[in-house]
């Protein structure tokens, strides 16, 4: 049984823009406009999942995906940011250099009381291992940290890797496989123009 998952990173708001970590924003007109205009572009999918932020549930439904076919998945939720939540890169170093220095080289540090990269990448990991069980096609709207933690997982690299991924917003990541081995295809952009294909 071959399973296919493409993960979307979700449209613009003001913290993507930002670099601010997320405080529960909408996405902005930007990415509402350009999210609507790449409705259509995705493959049929027997079932969507969403990250439970507001920006993700509103790329999905921009994106015209059906809200009976959603569920929020909280193992593919956004890195818990515990204290920093809603506040910049910029704004947390100036107050403790320190502390974001060893959260940047230490995957298992987590000075801000939230959630380290290795355990991030440790969930994302235990649903990879159900998702190569589900059969067809499955279409997840998440945040660009389980991207980067989906990347990481599915190349056998360390954790320290999660930083050398980029995720631009409204791109699609797809994996496909079975029995724990996954393909990758990543950085898509769903655009109007190019209908969105995943090798297969």
């Given at each position: ?37 790449a409705a259509g572009t ?113 190349l056998g690299a360390p ?42």
């Amino acid at each position: 049984m071959t399973s296919r998952v493409t993960f979307v990173s979700p449209a613009t708001n003001a913290s993507l823009r930002q670099a601010r970590f997320d405080d529960g924003g909408s996405i902005d007109a930007a990415g509402q406009a350009r999210a609507r205009g790449a409705a259509g572009t995705l493959p049929a999918v027997a079932r969507v999942v969403t990250s439970a932020s507001v920006r993700c549930r509103e790329t999905a439904a921009a994106l015209g995906l059906d809200a009976a076919q959603s569920a929020e998945t909280a193992e593919l939720a956004g890195l818990d940011m515990g204290r920093w939540r809603g506040l910049t890169l910029a704004e947390v170093g100036a107050g403790e250099p320190e502390a974001v220095a060893r959260w940047l080289a230490d995957p298992a540090s987590a000075p801000h009381g939230g959630e380290s990269v290795e355990e991030l990448c440790g969930r994302v990991r235990r649903w990879l291992e159900t998702a190569q069980d589900t059969g067809g096609r499955t279409l997840a709207v998440v945040e660009p940290e389980v991207v980067r933690a989906v990347v990481v997982q599915v190349l056998g690299a360390p954790p320290a890797a999660f930083w050398r991924v980029d995720v631009p917003p409204l791109t699609a990541t797809t994996i496909s496989g079975r029995s724990g081995r996954w393909n990758l295809r990543i950085g898509h952009p769903l655009d109007p123009s190019e209908p969105h294909t995943d090798g297969s």
